[in-house]
Nanobody
Framework: QVQLAESGGGLVQAGGSLRLSCTAS????????MGWFRQAPGKEREFVAR????????SYGDSVKGRFTTSRDNAKNTVYLQMDNLKPEDTAVYFC???????????????WGQGTQVTVSS
């Protein structure tokens, strides 16, 4: 178990950028694959991005490919989500999560942050 906390959300204009951060408490951050999910009102939680334990592999949901980049700094117990060219449909609560396995399945993630709101205006 690891405790996660997201930050960096806010209100931006379409075409703008935000960088989300997720900091982990505890001593086992490097033992987890990390994922980003988002949930818009009335919709299911959606996979956004994932990064493996060392940061050497990443993958992204189709809707954000080419626009979002995730990275991590294990020395700082932090994972990042750089979001560029934001669109109104990116508006959602963004969640940081941790998993022991390499997966995009929500149930595979065993630790979750509280979420941070990203709102993109048109």
């Amino acid at each position: 178990q690891v405790q996660l906390a997201e930050s960096g959300g806010g209100l931006v204009q379409a075409g703008g950028s935000l960088r989300l951060s997720c900091t982990a408490s505890g001593r086992t951050f490097s033992s987890y694959n990390m994922g980003w999910f988002r949930q818009a009102p009335g919709k299911e939680r959606e996979f956004v991005a994932r990064i493996n334990k060392s940061g050497s592999y990443t993958s992204y949901g189709d809707s954000v490919k080419g626009r979002f980049t995730t990275s991590r700094d294990n020395a700082k117990n932090t994972v990042y989500l750089q979001m560029d060219n934001l669109k109104p449909e990116d508006t959602a609560v963004y969640f940081c999560s941790a998993a022991a396995v390499w997966t995009v399945i929500l149930s595979g993630y065993t630790s979750w942050g509280q979420g941070t709101q990203v709102t993109v205006s048109s």
